[in-house]
């Protein structure tokens, strides 16, 4: 049996002995026919960076292949803004190697994940997916490898407090029950996540933990491996539907908003990627540190930070999050471990010392095998984010840098080694540029860049207008200085988007 296959959860996988990579229309059709699926559901990202769903009940098999083979109608002005109601037609077509059965339909029921086309047959150049397509496609196209990616999902928990084993104010990270309430929730969306697709590398207690008004205010996370970018965005997008659905089942509110309260930490959206070329991590060279091309990515990303922003930061509590001690950035520039920069390069497995055997004394494990786990970090998003914007953006910024012979100068003027808002490092800090400080400030900054994401047709022109009118609407431009220390004005602000994206 295949080792990649025999513990994977998905059942379509199960069923099928095959990757969701090579699932066929074929193999969907006998999936429905032999486990009695009774209704199909297609679901697509919209404007507003949820999950839409269209619900086929099943009547017959030449009906299933109709859907399957030329998919359905949409009116796209109801989804997107920018397209004119009076020629707003789009097509759905399900993506078979999304596919998964749904874990809260009451009859079976099988769930894939579409793509946009348009009146023509042609991919819709504006959808969000399609964009992150092509930012990925120029990525290979250019340098020779792929762009992976993996999210940090943060995420609150809130139900009534039964006053038992009380939390420690922000002292939540890593915690065990009985302290933490919601580890059964969590691993509970885990597994949920995992038969839907989703490739998780851990889920665990964040930082965030507090009681407010008889109520608890639980953090968490759930963390990714790294997949080909778009399944990334794709699994991010599921595991988030999954979250919020399990969440209202059992009765607790869920957020992924990036400010939760004054005061306590908010949520971000961290999004590792790393550079793979014929099975192997480029991120690291020979020698053990981080490689040229990984330092020239970096560099890109670094370059266009300030306007990614717009694709990663959509409502004006964003940057109530980005603020100083924090752990969230607010300077363009990256360290090694450092979770005050804006691009951190975590931990890695280079050490030549054998930690399994110490831990272990009868183990003696193979060290000329070593993980190729290295990534690099973007600490900048959170849950308002548009998650196929945001990686394609990324994609964009470290092709370009890769492609800048200027890239590895940057990306030494732009390290820093030291948490960046201390105050003896004040003179460094003010060497750095920083990142926007509302959605005023990200719309300009995609303004001023919108040629390097306009290139190639990768972001299109309907698409950078949109943002940038939609992020100057909220007219946000001094709102950090108009709020103060009002924790009423604040709390209203983090009410009215406490479900954004």
Not at 25 to 33: A, E, L, P, S
Not at 389 to 400: E, N, P, S, T
């Amino acid at each position: 049996m295949d080792k990649t296959l025999n513990l994977n959860p998905n059942r379509l996988v199960q069923f099928l002995q095959k990757s969701p990579s090579e699932f066929t229309k074929q193999d969907i059709i006998r999936y429905v026919k032999e486990n009695d699926i009774q209704m199909v559901n297609f679901m697509y990202p919209a404007d507003d960076n949820r999950l839409k769903t269209l619900n086929f009940i099943i009547n017959s098999e030449e009906y299933l292949d109709s859907i399957l083979t030329y998919g359905e109608r949409v009116d796209g002005s109801s989804l997107f803004p920018f397209i004119e109601a009076g020629n707003s037609d789009l097509y759905v077509l399900p993506r078979y190697s999304t596919a998964f059965l749904d874990p809260f339909a009451e009859m079976p029921t099988l769930t894939m994940l579409c793509s946009f086309f348009d009146k023509e047959g042609k991919p819709m150049g504006a959808s969000p997916q399609e964009t992150l397509r092509k930012a990925s496609e120029a990525f290979h196209r250019s340098t020779g490898m792929d762009f992976y990616a993996m999210g940090e999902l943060e995420y609150y928990v809130i139900s009534d407090d039964n006053g038992l084993f009380p939390a420690r104010d922000q002292k939540g990270y890593h915690e065990s029950a009985p302290y933490a309430k919601f580890n059964d929730f969590r691993t509970t969306c885990m597994h949920l996540i995992a038969q839907a697709g989703g490739q998780i590398k851990y889920g665990h207690n964040e930082v965030g933990n507090f009681t407010l008004d008889g109520r608890i205010y639980e953090q968490n996370e759930i963390e990714f491996l790294p997949v080909p970018c778009i399944e990334a965005a794709d699994q991010l997008m599921i595991a988030k539907w999954i979250i919020r659905t399990q969440g209202a089942r059992m009765g607790y509110d869920v957020t992924f908003a990036p400010k939760i309260t004054a005061g306590k930490a908010g949520s971000g959206l961290h999004i590792h990627f790393k550079i793979m070329k014929d099975g192997h991590n480029m991120m690291l060279g020979a020698d053990g540190r981080l490689s040229d091309v990984a330092r020239k990515a970096i560099a890109g990303i670094l370059e266009y930070a300030d306007a990614i922003t717009a694709m990663g930061n959509k409502v004006p509590t964003s940057y109530f999050r980005l603020v100083p001690h924090q752990e969230a950035p607010t300077s363009i520039c990256w360290g090694d471990r450092n979770r005050s920069v804006l691009v951190r390069v975590p931990l890695g497995w280079s050490g030549e010392r054998d930690m399994c055997s110490q831990a272990n004394p009868l183990e003696t494990p193979d060290m000329a095998n070593k993980p190729e786990k290295q990534t690099a970090e973007l600490r900048s998003a959170d849950g308002s984010a548009d998650i196929y914007q945001l990686i394609a953006a990324m994609a964009v910024g470290a092709r370009l840098g890769i492609e800048d012979p200027e890239a590895l100068k940057k990306a030494d003027e732009r390290y820093v080694n030291v948490n960046i808002h201390d105050d003896a490092n004040r003179e460094r800090l003010a060497q750095l540029k920083s990142l926007p400080d509302s959605c005023a400030a990200s719309a300009d900054a995609l303004e001023a860049a919108r040629e390097a994401f306009e290139k190639e047709e990768i972001f299109s022109e309907r698409m950078i207008n949109g943002i940038i009118e939609k992020l100057r609407s909220y007219n946000d431009a001094n709102l950090r200085a108009e709020t103060g220390d009002s924790q009423e004005k604040m709390l209203a602000l983090v009410r009215s988007f406490w479900h954004c994206g």
